[in-house]
Structures are given as structure tokens and as C-alpha cells.
DNA sequence: ATGCCTGCAAAGCTTTTGCAGATGC
DNA sequence: GCATCTGCAAAAGCTTTGCAGGCAT
């Protein structure tokens, strides 16, 4: 049994081809990936895996809490795996690029706020955007 | 001339009678009204607009920085009056009601994040998701 | 009169679903 | 063998766009 197989038994989950195959995507390459993206990897491993599965597979990876997906926008949604270390994220309006972050302070500060107005925090969402910031120095 | 006339003057658009009614129903209704929440407040006050106007004029009123788009979740995108007062959201996941806050501490701690990444901070979303506290006093 | 604006319908994009066959246990 | 799972195609949900006519200036 290889490594990942676990995770899916754990989850009740039949081991399939699909769902180890996008689970060893999920590991292997970029976080954050929208389903195409996902659905293309495996068209090049030359994997006979429909779009429809893959967001049915991601949708349960989620509910077994292996994945977390984000809307960081409009358009598609994105998925990373829940490596147990959560964070924020940062997103570059210039070239995309993601950043992910974690800071303590804030994670209390939401957790007061929601306390204060009469509530209990169960989730949130952070997202900054960003651009890379301009040197003002070298001029020439 | 009306109130509101002269926002859509300044930014460049024409004073219609579809832009007039939105603009007036995000001044009167709740916060937070998706397109079609409005495109049936319009329906329901016996206006001929289409569905299209109203998403092309809240965009424009977008761009124009009289509103303010969110996409709290997936499904539709909500828009509310920008009122020149920056503020953050709660989302109750049992009512989903929404409560509008503002922390500057947290807001302080957003543009250092960004800053320690050499970054320059253009704008956030923060989302908190929250429940009603259970009251564990009163078990009768 | 002109160019911007609008309604309608059609298309677009992302995601979900129904169904018949395939697969894991 | 049986339930779960999958691919395909169709549908659904939200939003955008093309076009021919309408309206503000």
C-alpha cells in the first residue's frame, strides 16, 4: 500500500486511481492549483480522468479536510493541501504569485472581534493584494 | 438635478434612468444586495431593466468607485454603497447575516505583513465566518 | 445628430448532476 | 457481488457580450 492511501481510507474513501493520482499532484507540484489545472496534469500523464471528477474528488478531499479551497477572486476556485499549518495569502496583482503568511496577532484579534460582537469565530478568510514595491533608490 | 446626479456626472456616465434607480436602491435597500437582488427590487417597482444593465451598470459604478463588489463565498457577488468608510465583514454561517466592522489594528499589522515581504499593500479581504455564541449558562 | 446606453437573447465560464458502465473491496 | 466510483454529456448558476434600436446631451 503506497503512501497516501491511508489518508483516503481514513476519509472513507475507496482508493481509486483518480483520487491517488490528484492526491500525488496535489503533493508533488505548486500549491494552489484550480481543478484544470489538475485536470490538465493528468491529461499529460496521459491519465483518462474526466473534469467531473476531479472536482467531485476535490470537493470530498475537502469535506475529509485533505484540501482547503480558496476563492481568491472571481474565477475559478484554487485548492492546496492541508499540510495542518494554517495561513493567510498574499497575491500579487502584477504577476500572480501567491505568498502564504501566518501571524498570530491577527489570528487573535479576529477571534476578539467576533467575540465582541456576541459571536464565536469559526473560519475566516484573509487575502492580501499585493504589487512589489517600487525602489525608489536606484534612479540612476 | 437630483441627488446622485452628480456622482454619475463625475464619472463620466450618462444619467440614465437604470443607473438613477440602482444607485437610489443601494442608498435605500440593506447592504450587501447581489445583482439579482436588485434586478428584482427593479422588477418589483415595475422598472423595464434587464438583468444585463444591471450587472454592466454595476460594474461601471465599480469601476467608478461608488460601490463595492465582494465575493464572500463562491455563488454570487454582492455589492454595497461605497460610503468612503473602509470596513471588513462577518458572516454568520447559521443566518448569514452580515456585520460590518473595522479594526486598525488589524489593518496596521496587514500593510507590516506585506512590507516584511517587500511588498506594498493595495488592498485586502477579510472575511470572518462566525456563529451566535451558545449561552452554556442557561441549561435551565 | 451623435454617440453612449439598453433590452434581449445568446454565449461564456466554472461547477454540478444524471446515468450507465466500471472498479475496488 | 455489491456498493461505490467514474466518464460522458447535459444542465445549472452566474456573468458577459453582440446586436439592433433607444435615449441623453
Chains 1, 2 share one sequence.
Not at 88 to 113: A, N, R, W
Amino acid at each position: 500500500m503506497k503512501r497516501g492511501d491511508k489518508e483516503l481510507k481514513k476519509a472513507g474513501l475507496k482508493v481509486t486511481l483518480p483520487r491517488v493520482k490528484i492526491l500525488h499532484i496535489l503533493e508533488q507540484s505548486e500549491l494552489h492549483m484550480t481543478a484544470e489545472d489538475i485536470y490538465l496534469k493528468l491529461i499529460d500523464a496521459e491519465e483518462d480522468v474526466g473534469i467531473a471528477t476531479v472536482y467531485r474528488v476535490l470537493a470530498q478531499f475537502e469535506s475529509a479536510r485533505l484540501v482547503n479551497r480558496h476563492n481568491f477572486d472571481s474565477g475559478p476556485a484554487v485548492y492546496e493541501l492541508d499540510r495542518g499549518d494554517h495561513h493567510d495569502h498574499m497575491v500579487c496583482s502584477e504577476t500572480g504569485k501567491v505568498i502564504e503568511f501566518h501571524d498570530s496577532e491577527i489570528e487573535k484579534l479576529q477571534k476578539k472581534i467576533a467575540e465582541k460582537h456576541g459571536y464565536e469565530l469559526i473560519d475566516h478568510s484573509l487575502v492580501l493584494f499585493v504589487r512589489e514595491r517600487k525602489k525608489l533608490t536606484n534612479l540612476s
